[in-house]
């Protein structure tokens, strides 16, 4: 019996001498729409929420750029996202799947101009310099940068980085237009007081996606998915989204909802006829 007392107690011991295993940690990273600081506000107060909803550790991995993001997912360094840099046939491939969205209006790619600028057509920025936020902003980018392409517009493309970067550009005098997303568009003119003429809208699409990798294990996604649409019956969840929300300029009462992914099928469209060099 002492002997046996002894053994337990040795494989206790040995136990308690273990050290604690490490919580699985998933990198989340949300397509930067406006200037940094401004995006890591509203993101980092959800992220926490979620890691402790979820009771899954989820850091937050934000790019300079509104093309990090998919850079990041394009080289295997994130785990969840935030974006809509994804639905084009070579992408989608990846099997990066849909679980969520915010319940906003439907997003247009717009091509603005400020309000009191003299160009009043898209004819008229035939040779000018255009801003756009990057190369991979599906919205602000491709649909408008496209239009012009089929009305046969040149135009010289400057980079902002992000939507912000780009109407920073604009108001400078730096660049006669903008390619735009209208959400951002409205909430640009909210944060900062400045009026848009608008040139061109595109056709309706849905906002961003919330995306997950293949690799996390579905009771990892699924705790996830549960804990962003949550955050809209839950009075501590709703709270941080009023208050996040004003920093970009979006209602108080936006959420995460449910998604499946077939709200995107104008995105999966848009590709099918899309200039080669867009797709």
Same mark, same amino acid.
Request: charged share 20%; aromatic share 10%; proline share 6%.
């Given at each position: ?7 337990? /107690?040795?494989?206790?011991?040995? !136990? ?28 980092? #107060? ?5 890691? *402790? ?5 989820? !850091? ?20 969840? %996202?935030? !974006? ?7 992408? *989608? ?8 969205? $915010?319940?906003?209006? /439907? ?18 920025? *035939? ?5 756009? #936020? ?9 649909? !408008? ?20 970067? %780009? ?24 944060? *900062? ?20 990798? #293949? ?19 839950? #009075?501590?969840? $709703? ?14 009462? %936006? ?21 080669? %060099?867009?797709?």
């Amino acid at each position: 019996m002492k002997s046996l007392i002894a053994r337990i /107690a040795l494989m206790a011991a040995c !136990t308690l001498a273990l050290p604690a295993a490490a919580q699985t940690e998933y990198r989340f990273s949300p397509v930067n729409q406006a200037n940094i600081a401004t995006a890591a506000s509203y993101w980092n #107060p959800i992220v926490a929420y979620v890691s *402790e909803k979820a009771g899954v550790k989820l !850091t937050l991995k934000l790019g300079r750029t509104s093309a990090d993001t998919t850079a990041y997912v394009l080289a295997q360094e994130v785990d969840f %996202a935030f !974006t809509n840099h994804l639905f084009s046939p070579e992408r *989608e491939q990846l099997g990066w799947k849909v679980f969520g969205r $915010r319940n906003t209006p /439907a997003l247009h790619g717009v091509i603005v101009v400020p309000a009191d600028s003299p160009i009043t057509d898209l004819a008229q920025l *035939e040779g000018k310099e255009v801003g756009f #936020p990057g190369p991979e902003a599906f919205i602000a980018y491709k649909t !408008t940068y496209a239009q012009l392409l089929q009305r046969k517009v040149q135009v010289r493309s400057v980079f902002g980085g992000n939507m912000d970067g %780009a109407f920073a550009q604009l108001f400078s005098g730096k660049v006669a237009a903008v390619g735009a997303n209208s959400q951002l568009a409205e909430g640009y003119t909210k944060r *900062e007081g400045k009026a848009f003429r608008t040139l061109w809208t595109s056709e309706p699409y849905h906002d961003l996606a919330l995306m997950v990798a #293949p690799k996390v294990p579905e009771r990892d996604a699924q705790a996830v998915a549960r804990a962003f649409v949550g955050m809209a019956s839950d #009075p501590q969840g $709703r709270e941080i989204l009023a208050s996040v929300n004003k920093l970009i300029g979006l209602p108080a009462d %936006a959420v995460f909802i449910a998604s499946d992914g077939r709200e995107y099928a104008p995105y999966r469209r848009f590709y099918l006829s899309a200039p080669a %060099a867009l797709r």
